[in-house]
């Protein structure tokens, strides 16, 4: 119906799929995807890297005249993290639409904007009559809310994905309150540190060296100080949270069980905490892994440690994953005037605070930029009541003034910057790269 068939109503039905984890639905979305690729003519591929194929990963292609130019890739996953129902004001999978025009549900920003945006925007200029020069593939990815293991890494170390020649990614970025896009040339990758202590077990009014929570809580001290140290970079204005390493607890674990609490008189032998730490492209990671052998976990202090480092921090040449925005990236340059040619302004390029699958591509050597073309709006990722809005303050209070149509939204406007992205850096014809 009339309703649905508009880039707005698509979006919301793509939202009212729940792809959450711990158990995203990709069927539903990969079947909905593929009926959109079928109406635009892309050819489709499913491709697959795990043995049950339960986590597929989309592939459109539209050809272009020059197929052995590099090629320009978009990238969205898929899937998204859970949401909890009851501290939402419209249910995260309603893809409820208020009256001032925002779009709530989980994903709305984290990423599903991106992907539909992608495609209306192929389908705008394929209307137009626009042909590319460059082959332009879109790829729907699962699982990168939890390291993408099974979808961005396995396929960027594929052959398949050698073979689509990519010379340049783009992948999702995040909201800015303020009216500039956000552009970020890099990742912090992640690490889960889990930290064990054993120890003298005793009774709980004895005074003794070498208790299981001494020894875990020197270990946290120690991860506390690096903390303060790094935040108080940021605090005193000389970094981004993004530029300095991040450690941050996120559990603890000791203690014998009793009933609903803990027995209160003894101390117990063993003690565990887990941290999740962001590492940027301009820290040293074996330095990073001296430090927690050494000083944040040493044997010495009946310390125990697992490092689970999620995903690359160098490239197949051992560089930082930074991609260049400068003269030395003509991407860059394309990238940029595209922006401006769409009537947008550009924050200066940062580095993400989290982790995108942009890494897995930043790897095998190609430049990629994070971008989510969302200007005044609200950072609401991972965040309860995520929504867009469709449409920004300036055409509301038109719309309420003077009843016009939703012309300029914030949504539909990110269709028109990715219509100048696409057509701008699929026809860039430096045959050098
Ligand atoms: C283990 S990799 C996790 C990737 C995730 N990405 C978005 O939030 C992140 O935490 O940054
Ligand atoms: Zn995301
Ligand atoms: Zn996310």
């Known amino acids: 119906d009339r309703q649905n068939d508009t880039p707005v109503g698509r ?167 303020g009216d500039e896009f956000r552009v970020f040339y890099a990742d912090r990758t992640p690490w889960n540190l889990i930290v064990k202590a054993q120890g003298t077990p005793g009774h709980g009014s004895r005074l003794y060296d070498n208790g299981a929570m001494e020894n875990l809580m020197k270990s946290v001290e ?3 100080r690096f903390r303060e140290v790094q935040f108080d970079e940021v605090k005193a204005g000389n970094a981004a949270i993004s530029e300095v390493i991040s450690v941050n607890p996120v559990y603890l674990k000791s203690g014998i069980p ?30 990073l892994r001296k430090r927690i052998a050494e000083e944040w976990a040493p044997a010495s202090w009946n310390l125990t440690y697992q490092l689970l480092e999620q995903g690359p921090t160098r490239d197949f040449m051992g560089r930082p994953l930074a991609t260049a925005t400068d003269d030395s990236n003509p991407w860059w340059s394309v990238f940029k005037q595209a922006i401006e040619s769409a009537g947008g302004k550009l924050a200066k390029p940062e580095i993400l605070t989290s982790t995108t699958d942009a890494r897995y591509m930043r790897q095998q050597g190609i430049p990629a930029l994070g971008f989510s073309p969302m200007t005044n709006t609200p950072i609401l990722l991972h965040d309860h009541n995520e929504h867009e809005l469709i449409m920004n303050i300036f ?39």
């Open 258 to 287: 009793s009933g609903d609490g803990f027995v209160m008189n003894m101390q117990p032998s063993e003690a565990e905490a887990g941290f999740n730490i962001r590492i940027p492209p301009t820290a040293d990671p074996e330095l």
């Open 11 to 177: 979006f919301q039905n793509y939202l009212r799929i729940n792809t959450a984890h711990p158990n995203p639905n990709y069927a539903a979305p990969v079947a909905f995807l593929t009926a959109i690729a079928q109406t635009l003519n892309l050819q489709i591929q499913t491709l697959h890297f795990t043995p049950s194929k339960s986590k597929p990963l989309l592939l459109l292609t539209w050809p272009g005249s020059h197929p052995s130019l590099p090629s320009l890739l978009l990238n969205s996953h898929l899937d998204s993290v859970p949401a909890e129902p009851d501290k939402w004001t419209h249910p995260p999978f309603s893809a409820h639409r208020t009256p001032e025009g925002l779009i709530f549900a989980r994903g709305a920003q984290d990423d599903k904007c991106i992907a539909i945006q992608y495609l209306e925007a192929i389908r705008n200029l394929k209307a137009a009559n626009f042909t590319p020069i460059r082959t332009v593939h879109v790829s729907l990815v699962p699982d990168e809310e939890i390291g993408g293991l099974d979808g961005a890494a396995k396929f960027a170390a594929s052959k398949q994905f050698h073979d689509l020649n990519v010379g340049f990614m783009l992948d999702e970025g995040q909201a800015n309150p």
């Open 395 to 433: 055409s509301r209070l038109q719309h309420l003034f003077f009843s016009q149509h939703l012309k300029d939204t914030i949504f539909l406007k990110g269709i028109k910057v990715y219509e100048s992205l696409i057509s701008a850096l699929s026809s860039f014809e430096q045959r050098s790269q």
């Open 222 to 224: 120690v991860m506390t």
